[in-house]
């Protein structure tokens, strides 16, 4: 049975946020005994967020969370005298993963019920407001849902998220189609948990700077592992994803909601592994496509990658080339109905090699691709961002 399950953007429904810290040690209550200390956390507060946990036994714990500028060294908390241990950091307005690592044992934060999924693991998600763009605010919101469909491709259920814009269950108009895909080790929830999609396109369309839209996010992985991720099946393998996103997941998306079906009206577009999904799915289809995104990344795989400080430069890719694989579609004269083909990466980001070198051989068949360098690496900061100047950008 194919079942929807739709949850609207609510504001304050993505963040925990109160005023006051934690409380002494509560009496106990139904003969519970004595409780321990009330704990908040996070406790978001004007440019800061204190991060809690009560392990009044634990010899160690740090906060993990990758994306918060600075604490990718796992910043050691400390511990009060009532076995609360804390952490308050000032990183840019966003949302923000993370994990308690309590002596050596990684754990979600036990009071805080916002969550982000990714592949293999699940997050505590905490927003920090302050960016308008995308920020929860007083406008008309769009419904997000889960959907559950059969690929025929792979031979069982799968998953995928699909943004409706405001006034579409009202409304008897068809809208256009936006494919996004998210990246390696991350899930179809990504986008709009951590990703806050839904909240963009809320802010661009009540804002009018982009048209009422459709957004697909699929499941990238066919596999817990990260299989049929990178865009390239194994040697004389099938690629599964594409199969899985050509032959169910639009047919699926496009017989199910109001959307129109041509070119000029779909686009795809994907960060990191996703993007190099983008480029094979567009590339190899190109009469489906008028416009397409790539989110720090490129054709991964088919480009040298410079070598990082104090490591041996990885290896150089060995067989054919995609570019040799891919002639034909490269040369394909449906190029000429790309509108848009935008390439964005952060200068730090250990992919701008494979972005240029991608950029310049779409050049060299006679595509015409903008390549934009951003600050900052391989980060949700940045793929926000970029989610918020392509969006305008499409179906004008």
Not at 57 to 67: F, N
Not at 368 to 387: D, F, V
Request: contains cysteine; neutral net charge; charged residues 15%.
């Amino acid at each position: 049975m194919r079942y929807a399950i739709a949850t609207l953007f609510l504001a304050g429904s993505m963040w925990a946020q109160a005023p006051t810290p934690a409380a002494p040690a509560q009496p106990g209550r139904g003969g519970r005994g004595p409780q321990g200390p009330v704990v908040v956390s996070p406790e978001v507060g004007a440019g800061k967020i204190t991060f809690r946990i009560h392990a009044p036994k634990a010899e160690s714990v740090r906060l993990s969370a990758g994306d918060i500028p600075s604490s990718g060294q796992a910043p050691a908390m400390t511990k009060g005298e009532n076995g609360i241990w804390e952490v308050t950091l000032t990183p840019p307005p966003g949302a923000y993963r993370y994990v308690f690592n309590v002596d050596g044992v990684r754990t979600i934060d036990p009071v805080n019920p916002s969550t982000s999924e990714s592949n293999a693991n699940t997050w505590s998600l905490v927003y920090l407001p302050g960016a308008e763009w995308m920020d929860t605010n007083r406008v008309p919101h769009g419904t997000v849902a889960s959907v559950t469909y059969y690929s025929e491709a792979l031979k069982r259920n799968r998953r995928m998220h699909v943004y409706t814009p405001p006034g579409y269950e009202t409304s008897t108009q068809k809208y256009p189609v936006f494919y996004l895909l998210h990246g390696a080790s991350d899930c179809d929830d990504s986008w709009t948990s951590v990703g806050r999609a839904g909240f963009i396109l809320d802010n661009l369309i009540a804002a009018k700077k982009a048209k009422p839209m459709v957004v697909v996010m699929p499941a990238g992985h066919t596999s817990r592992t990260g299989g049929g991720g990178g865009g390239r099946g194994a040697a004389g393998q099938p690629d599964e994803f594409q199969q899985d996103f050509i032959n169910d997941i639009m047919p699926y998306a496009e017989a199910h909601y109001r959307v129109l079906t041509d070119r000029n009206h779909r686009a795809i577009a994907g960060l990191s592994m996703g993007g190099s999904q983008t480029l094979n799915a567009s590339l190899t289809h190109l009469d489906k496509f008028a416009y397409i995104g790539v989110y720090s990344s490129g054709l991964i795989g088919s480009f040298p990658r410079p070598a990082q400080p104090g490591q041996a430069a990885p290896p150089a890719p060995t067989g054919p080339s995609w570019e040799e694989t891919h002639k034909a579609d490269l040369d394909n004269p449906a190029k000429k109905g790309v509108k848009l083909f935008w390439f964005a990466t952060g200068v730090d980001d250990g992919l701008m090699s494979t972005s240029k070198g991608t950029v310049e051989m779409l050049k060299k068949h006679g595509f015409s691709p903008s390549m934009k360098e951003s600050p900052g690496a391989h980060t949700w900061i940045n793929w926000r961002e970029y989610l918020n100047e392509f969006a305008p950008q499409l179906f004008q």
